[in-house]
């Protein structure tokens, strides 16, 4: 199933660093993304991507899931943080131009406003990458901590 819900609407990412493209699924317990890498995607060279882009796919995805469960971020406020990466691993050395994606994420555990999500990144069947990550969530009203004030 392909979600109606626009991913500007979940995720503060645009023009060159949006990278996902396709909700294709969200539940309590993680969400599943579609990308497509192209000339755009930073850290292109050699008509590839340096696998370390899997880390913000996942990010992307992690915030998709996030932002559906407990409302996306606005102008307003409200948002979050990557703040750690506990494991990293690349099968690969590049991701050809025009390869398909899938990201698939699920929260691995949460307190308060601590999330751990787990993200794997195939092609097709074939495991690209597979990422540990840990966020924060600011709510709306609460200062963002990389805001600074003017």
Same mark, same amino acid.
């Given at each position: 199933?392909?979600?109606?819900?626009?991913?500007?609407?979940? !995720?503060? +990412?645009? #023009?060159?660093?949006?990278?996902?493209? %396709? !909700?294709? =699924?969200?539940? =309590?317990?993680?969400?599943?993304? *579609?990308? %497509?890498?192209?000339?755009?995607? /930073?850290?292109?060279?050699?008509?590839?991507?340096?696998? $370390?882009?899997? !880390?913000?796919?996942?990010?992307?995805?992690?915030?998709? +899931?996030?932002?559906?469960?407990?409302?996306?971020?606005? *102008?307003?406020?409200?948002?979050?943080?990557?703040?750690? !990466?506990?494991?990293?691993?690349?099968?690969? #050395?590049? $991701?050809?131009? +025009?390869?398909?994606?899938?990201?698939? %994420?699920? *929260?691995?555990?949460?307190?308060?406003?601590?999330? %751990?999500?787990?993200?794997?990144?195939?092609?097709?069947?074939? /495991?690209?990458?597979?990422?540990?990550?840990?966020?924060?969530?600011?709510? *709306?009203? &609460?200062?963002?901590?990389?805001?600074?004030? &003017?």
């Amino acid at each position: 199933m392909v979600y109606p819900t626009a991913i500007e609407d979940l !995720i503060p +990412h645009r #023009d060159r660093m949006k990278l996902i493209e %396709v !909700i294709l =699924d969200i539940t =309590d317990d993680g969400a599943v993304t *579609s990308a %497509v890498v192209s000339e755009r995607w /930073p850290l292109l060279r050699n008509n590839g991507v340096d696998p $370390i882009v899997i !880390i913000e796919i996942v990010a992307q995805t992690a915030a998709v +899931h996030v932002s559906w469960k407990r409302g996306p971020c606005t *102008s307003e406020g409200g948002g979050g943080l990557l703040v750690g !990466i506990k494991k990293a691993d690349f099968y690969t #050395d590049s $991701i050809p131009l +025009h390869t398909v994606l899938t990201t698939t %994420v699920r *929260s691995l555990y949460s307190a308060e406003n601590y999330t %751990v999500l787990e993200g794997a990144v195939q092609e097709g069947a074939n /495991p690209v990458g597979r990422v540990e990550i840990q966020v924060i969530r600011f709510e *709306s009203g &609460e200062d963002n901590p990389i805001r600074s004030e &003017e």
